[in-house]
């Protein structure tokens, strides 16, 4: 076996891939799609200082399609790292939620034996709902709804299914799937922000590939995925054929499954790390899906957002917050409102400020009509205050800490009050935020739309998250979330991983 962090290990060529094309924020909206481009670069790693971590490949999920999906790739996945472990590479497997099953795991004892260092990031542990280098980039997909594609009668009989098997339909895995072989000799299985990070410095590593699923959730937020790796300053690459997103093309971008997935890896491929392929390490050719029934080689296009004049009524769509006016807001598509608007955002609140929340919201004039609030579908009770100010009190109760929290507000605009144009502001014991920049916009009326089926950090968009500075740190406009790490990703090319 290859010492760790030995620099005469071997060495395996990658082709590294980045994109460009997806709007940004300052872009104005496309009339339409724009072809996202994409450049590649070749480059090394030293296997003997490389990490593989198999993120949430699990024995069974909720959605049936995403199960299929996983079941055609996680054969290469096992493929993959069984060639990387030959190579001297360290292999992390990480089923969430999965722990008590590997309690008696010689690979679970080895990750829960190795000394944690005092210096680890003090939010190694915690979900990353944003890095500072996404704070320009507006997000590709909707996935509030849970992402689920099934065809809605074979889903309800795949949750009978589960239910028969004494499983949570809507959490079913105990384990890793079996397709994916764990080393009980060599490899590591752990859940925890602070143990891989752990078992990474103790193994000398310096480069991490990312496997598994999901790409636009777990893959990117978990304590061990994408944004923390960075934020801990590793350079990390996903491998983009062995992965897959939670999308729903019922949802916008109204797009198939696969272009889907393709707008969020180019989305990681622009704002946070390259991709490359399993053929690297495996041979042959990269894995193509075969439930993917695209054309070979068709080009991707970002979404074109002012395409679609009726975007504001059949579906969320981003906004920034005050508005200045509506035409400037909607880039045309409405010139006022009158009547229900519906807006939305998440907020990620430290521990130290979970209780005593308090929102706070322009009142307009005596004669506008109260709104109305929801924190993670819980509703808030609202009050006049002086200056005409509307404060809700968030219950204590709704608030998960150290999570994104979906925050919901309904407002009757009329003549009396036609635009929201004074940012908010989210209030606790000794910190503040204001929540002034990215919200989603809803024009009509459907109580559905206070809540979303899963928590608001699997389901909200990045490009709407504020994070609440902690207790005693002052108050805060908006800034990224996952900017607390005093540690900068590297600025050397990661394509290159020099070793």
């Known amino acids: 076996m290859i010492p760790c962090g030995d620099a005469r290990g071997e060495r395996v060529e990658f082709v590294f891939r980045r994109a460009d094309g997806l709007p940004r924020r300052q872009d104005p909206p496309a009339a ?28 069974l999920h909720h959605c049936l399609n995403a199960v299929r999906r996983i079941e055609e790739f996680a054969p290469r996945i096992d493929a993959l790292v069984a060639a990387a472990r030959a190579r001297g590479a360290t292999i992390i497997h990480a089923p969430s939620d999965c722990m008590p099953a590997y309690a008696d795991h010689p690979a679970r004892r080895r990750a829960e034996a190795v000394p944690r260092p005092a210096d680890l990031p003090a939010d190694c542990g915690l979900w990353c709902s944003r890095l500072p280098q996404e704070a320009d980039a507006v997000y590709p997909v909707d996935q509030s709804d849970g992402g689920e594609d099934d065809d809605p009668a074979e889903h309800v009989t795949w949750a009978e299914s589960l239910r028969a ?10 384990t890793q799937s079996v397709l994916v072989a764990i080393d009980p000799d060599r490899d590591y299985v752990s859940d925890r922000g602070d143990e891989v990070l752990a078992i990474l410095r103790s193994r000398g590593i310096r480069h991490v590939l990312l496997t598994g699923v999901h790409t636009n959730m777990c893959v990117l937020g978990r304590p061990f995925g994408i944004r923390r790796l960075l934020a801990a300053g590793f350079d990390v690459a996903l491998v983009r054929d062995l992965t897959d997103s939670m999308y729903n093309p019922r949802a916008w971008p109204f797009v198939d499954h696969f272009t889907g997935h393709d707008l969020v890896v180019a989305y990681v491929e622009q704002h946070l790390c390259p991709t490359v392929t399993s053929d690297a390490l495996v041979g042959g050719a990269a894995l193509r899906s075969s439930f993917d029934r695209r054309p070979a080689g068709q080009p991707l296009a970002g979404p074109a957002a002012a395409a679609d004049p009726r975007r504001f009524t059949t579906h ?49 004039p005596p004669a506008a009509a109260p709104p109305r609030g929801w924190w993670n579908g819980a509703p808030l009770e609202f009050a006049r205050a002086d200056g005409g100010v509307w404060r809700g009190v968030v219950p204590d109760a709704a608030v998960v800490a150290d999570e994104a929290n979906l925050l919901v507000v309904r407002l009757e605009h009329s003549a009396a009050f036609p635009a929201w144009r004074e940012a908010a502001w989210l209030r606790g014991r000794g910190t503040a935020v204001e929540l002034r920049g990215g919200w989603q916009l809803r024009l009509g ?36 979330t996952g900017s607390t790490s005093t540690r900068s990703p590297p600025t050397r090319s990661r394509s290159r991983g020099r070793s």
């Open 32 to 59: 339409a799609p724009r072809p996202i481009t994409r450049r590649e670069e070749r480059g090394s790693w030293n296997l003997a200082q490389t990490a593989v971590v198999v993120c949430d490949t699990w024995d």
């Open 165 to 174: 098997r004494g499983r949570n339909p809507g959490m079913p895995w105990k």
């Open 316 to 364: 969320w769509s981003r906004v920034d917050l005050p508005l200045v006016d509506w035409r400037t807001a909607t880039a045309g598509v409405h010139d006022d409102c009158r009547g229900p608007a519906w807006y939305r955002s998440a907020i990620v609140v430290p521990k130290t400020a979970a209780t005593g929340l308090v929102l706070e919201l322009p009142g307009g």
């Open 445 to 480: 009326d459907d109580p559905a739309w206070t809540n979303i089926p899963l928590p608001a950090k699997f389901g909200a968009a990045a490009d709407i998250v504020f994070d609440m500075p902690t207790r005693g740190s002052g108050t805060s406009t908006r800034r990224p």
